[in-house]
């Protein structure tokens, strides 16, 4: 267990809909970034979030969207799906001086 | 040109091998180095975290750092079967930096 917890692990759902992922940090870490790996891709930065506040963006399309709350757990919503964003995402979280922990990701199939 | 390169492999060593994996890169500034192992469909796991140039060991693990060629490796020595995964090395500018760099992951695969 890396101490990162995301859920749900599967989620399957069709296009056109929403969807809410969910990442909870490891204990006192204050930074929370998202991830998103396609089939055979590399890891694909989206967005960070620092004791929440939005801090960077990366590749995140206009429909996908973050924020971290004041228990530091951070949720990204996923709407208007297509089938394209079939993919794991995975959130990670650091303090300062370590390295980055990852979670066990959320595997997305849209259909 | 991407700022981190890899080799993507696949690599297939015999159980018992000494695994040689690297990355170069562009930007003098990343101060910080990791790799990172990813089993199929699974998180990556963190196995080694360096700064600066030199020489890190940890178990089977060493990860080097020359930060005058923009180069660094990981050597696996005594491969086991249990080795098979993806690495993945990755760099930042800074601690707390906004977005680890990544390399495309390097296909490893250790036959009994």
């Known amino acids: 267990d890396s101490g990162v917890t995301q859920t749900p692990k599967h989620l399957i759902t069709a296009t056109g809909q929403r969807v809410t992922l969910r990442c909870s940090p490891r204990s006192g870490d204050l930074s929370v970034y998202w991830y998103q790996q396609s089939l055979d891709q590399g890891l694909q930065f989206l967005i960070q979030?620092?004791?929440?506040?939005?801090?960077a963006k990366g590749n995140i399309l206009e429909r996908f969207s973050a924020q971290q709350f004041p228990d530091l757990h951070s949720e990204l919503n996923l709407s208007s799906l297509e089938l394209g964003d079939s993919a794991l995402y995975f959130c990670?979280?650091?303090?300062?001086?370590?390295?980055?922990?990852f979670g066990s990701g959320t595997r997305l199939t849209v259909v | 040109q991407k700022e981190v390169e890899q080799d993507p492999g696949p690599l297939s060593v015999p159980e018992g091998a000494i695994v040689s994996l690297n990355c170069t890169y562009s930007?003098?500034?990343?101060?910080?180095f990791m790799w990172y192992r990813q089993y199929s469909r699974k998180g990556p796991e963190l196995l080694m975290y360096t700064y600066s140039s030199g020489n890190k060991e940890d178990g089977r693990f060493t990860a080097q750092v020359d930060k005058s060629s923009k180069y660094i490796s990981l050597f696996i020595r005594d491969s086991q079967p249990s080795d098979s995964a993806t690495y993945l090395c990755a760099m930042i500018p800074q601690t707390g930096a906004n977005n680890l760099f990544f390399g495309t992951g390097t296909r490893l695969t250790v036959i009994p």
């Open positions: 990670a979280s650091s303090a300062i001086g370590n390295g980055y922990t």
């Open positions: 979030y620092y004791n929440g506040e939005e801090r």
């Open positions: 930007n003098s500034a990343f101060q910080y």
